[in-house]
């Protein structure tokens, strides 16, 4: 008995001097701590020289996109795989009878990717579609249980709707409020999502499960530093997904939205920044690593970002993590990446992580390049706007009540935004 006391004790003693050992988080929500900072120039090349025509825009665009993609996100493969695609299940009354929904899957390298995509039925000829990731599955979108549940990895829930990292019958309408479809498709507008862990299981060690090995170059058997996470891999999903609708003749390709939310809404702005066929672009609270300025010490920052989840950017992205200004791009870069096509950032006001504020100054930076391409962005000397008073110029922005979450408020202003960029 002693001797187990004794072993108790120093395993006790391990433990405490390691938890001393490991640093704590307190975010600031002090402005008198946030600290100065100084943004780099989206409109200057990295020689130095001022960007003043859009051609030199194109040239800069370059520029930006290969420092996201090498000291940030990570670099997406080039290499087109062949993609086969079934759809699996249709419903024509879905939705109380607004909608046909079918359930399509692309099989790409041999490993699916499973949408669920609804048209509204009272639609002739082809319609603008709004994409988005999804954090659930499938058939979390709509409580329908003839849904096909989502076989990839879930984080497991109290509830019982995950148990052992899979679905069950539980989970289904899990994201309903967060998807209104009702009043999606009335408005006119096609719907399109998919599960984020089917090319990307989200956890620490989902690299093995994703589509990046299998995407490696020839006797590549891990990641280099510059090499794609699960941001990347990602945003690349929603990229096949584009693939597959340029070819549906149900979808106006020429008029895709593409949505996310917090750390999907990251994705989102990584894959449009690269992948200029989406038309539309929304951030809805994607905050550190999203649409937030990472320079501004507020709410989440990089080190923590990198702490909590060290699988969703590159591995040269951990050098910044003590000190984001020595970063050579911040993310008013990636929002500028988007110019001139339409790209609204909402924030709540309860949802201080996500930096409400750092978020709205990045697209007041990012309109800089708008401005140039001869759009309207936020003015450059416009205050933060009060609450539900959205801006609607190329660049929308808006902040709401509440916590951090996809609302009907939400989505009421994207539906608005994308009929006034779209003359709906």
Not at 315 to 344: C, M, V, W
Request: positive net charge; hydrophobic residues 40%; glycine residues 6%.
């Amino acid at each position: 008995m002693k001797r187990y006391a004794r072993l108790t004790l120093a395993l006790c003693l391990v433990v405490l001097t390691l938890q001393a050992q490991t640093p704590t988080f307190t975010p600031n929500y002090d402005e008198a701590k946030v600290g100065n900072y100084t943004l780099p120039d989206p409109l200057k090349m990295n020689d130095g020289t001022v960007v003043k025509t859009a051609q030199q825009w194109r040239k800069r665009r370059t520029e930006l996109l290969e420092l996201f993609a090498r000291e940030v996100y990570g670099r997406t493969p080039t290499k087109k795989a062949a993609v086969s695609t079934q759809t699996t299940a249709t419903e024509a009354k879905a939705v109380s009878g607004l909608a046909t929904r079918r359930e399509i899957t692309l099989t790409i390298l041999g490993k699916p990717l499973h949408l669920l995509l609804y048209t509204p039925n009272q639609a002739k000829g082809r319609v603008p579609v709004f994409l988005g990731l999804n954090f659930n599955g499938n058939h979390a979108i709509e409580s329908d249980p003839t849904l096909t549940l989502a076989k990839s990895w879930l984080a497991n829930t109290k509830d019982g709707g995950v148990v052992n990292h899979r679905a069950t019958g539980k989970v289904r309408g899990h994201e309903l409020a967060r998807w209104p479809l009702a009043m999606i498709l009335k408005r006119g507008y096609a719907v399109v999502t998919l599960h984020a862990n089917d090319s990307f299981p989200d956890h620490k060690d989902g690299l093995a499960e994703s589509f990046a090995p299998l995407l490696y170059r020839a006797g590549q058997t891990a990641p280099a530093a510059d090499d794609w996470n699960a941001l990347s891999v990602w945003a690349w999903s929603l990229s096949q997904v584009v693939d597959y609708l340029e070819r549906d003749r149900a979808i106006d390709a020429k008029r895709i939205a593409v949505i996310g939310h917090s750390r999907m809404g990251k994705a989102t702005l990584w894959a449009a920044a690269q992948d200029e066929r989406f038309a539309l672009v929304i951030s809805n609270e994607s905050g550190e690593g999203g649409a937030a300025l990472a320079r501004r010490n507020w709410g989440e920052n990089v080190w923590r970002i990198n702490t909590a989840f060290p699988h969703w950017f590159n591995g040269n992205f951990k050098k910044y993590s003590d000190d984001p200004n020595t970063l050579p791009t911040d993310q008013h870069e990636l929002l500028a990446l988007i110019a001139p096509r339409p790209l609204y950032v909402a924030s709540a006001v309860e949802d201080q992580w996500a930096d409400p504020r750092g978020e709205f100054l990045s697209a007041q930076a990012a309109s800089a390049v708008y401005r140039l391409l001869g759009r309207e962005g936020v003015a450059a000397d416009a205050a933060m706007p009060d609450l539900h008073k959205p801006i609607m110029t190329t660049v929308g922005y808006h902040i709401r009540g509440g916590k951090h979450d996809v609302t009907d408020y939400d989505w009421e202003q994207y539906l608005k935004f994308a009929d006034q960029q779209w003359r709906r």
